[in-house]
T-cell receptor
Framework: AQSVTQLGSHVSVSEGALVLLRCNYSSSVPPYLFWYVQYPNQGLQLLLKYTTGATLVKGINGFEAEFKKSETSFHLTKPSAHMSDAAEYFCAVMDTGTASKLTFGTGTRLQVTL | DVKVTQSSRYLVKRTGEKVFLECVQDMDHENMFWYRQDPGLGLRLIYF???????EKGDIPEGYSVSREKKERFSLILESASTNQTSMYLC????????????FGSGTRLTVV
């Protein structure tokens, strides 16, 4: 069974600082990997995804993530945090077999301070 | 844009009531999903469906059932609501190829009293 581990349920950064949200996955086959963002009182919005090809993927709002197979990681980064980035972020893995279920991590709440 | 619409934003029900949560998508997606979201637990899959009248159990199906009579509509049913089903419920839809990811609704916050 696939699983996702997000290190740190809460991360706080200053505005303008680097954002790094960690995600490690467990999968017996190369997975599809996703990052979603959830703003207060809203559903989830897709930030970016890795399926095949280039291991560094760029998403919306200046976020990017790098798939590192050797480390089974898919960490999310943004060079300079903005107040509007405050939200909850979820990493997810999708199996590439017959089922296309998404398995989510427990989420990381990002706080951005002045 | 794909829209996934959940019929209620907030819902309060009494213990033992039968509860229906409705989800409608407008992009002819084959796959539809119901998740519940709880603090510290992330999103957990309850049920999903690949086609009309087809359903599969997810990771936490106990106490729930689903119905998919039309392609665009996927209903989650709590046969006899209990307080431990108080949660945020999120519906999602997607299509093949599977690597497109899913589109989520805004969620229904259900409180069972």
């Amino acid at each position: 069974a696939q699983s996702v581990t997000q290190l740190g349920s809460h991360v706080s950064v200053s505005e303008g600082a680097l954002v790094l949200l960690r995600c490690n996955y467990s999968s017996s086959v190369p997975p599809y990997l996703f990052w979603y963002v959830q703003y207060p009182n809203q559903g989830l919005q897709l930030l970016l995804k890795y399926t095949t090809g280039a291991t560094l993927v760029k998403g919306i709002n200046g976020f990017e993530a790098e798939f590192k197979k050797s480390e089974t990681s898919f960490h999310l980064t943004k060079p300079s945090a903005h107040m509007s980035d405050a939200a909850e972020y979820f990493c997810a893995v999708m199996d590439t077999g017959t089922a296309s279920k998404l398995t989510f991590g427990t989420g990381t709440r990002l706080q951005v301070t002045l | 844009d794909v829209k996934v619409t959940q019929s209620s934003r907030y819902l309060v029900k009494r213990t033992g009531e039968k509860v229906f949560l409705e989800c409608v998508q407008d992009m002819d997606h084959e796959n539809m999903f119901w998740y519940r979201q709880d603090p510290g637990l992330g999103l957990r899959l309850i049920y999903f469906s690949y086609d009309v009248k087809m359903k599969e159990k997810g990771d936490i199906p106990e106490g729930y059932s689903v119905s998919r009579e039309k392609k665009e509509r996927f209903s989650l049913i709590l046969e006899s609501a209990s307080t431990n089903q108080t949660s945020m419920y999120l519906c999602a839809s997607g299509t093949v190829p599977r690597n497109y990811g899913y589109t989520f609704g805004s969620g229904t916050r259900l409180t069972v009293v």
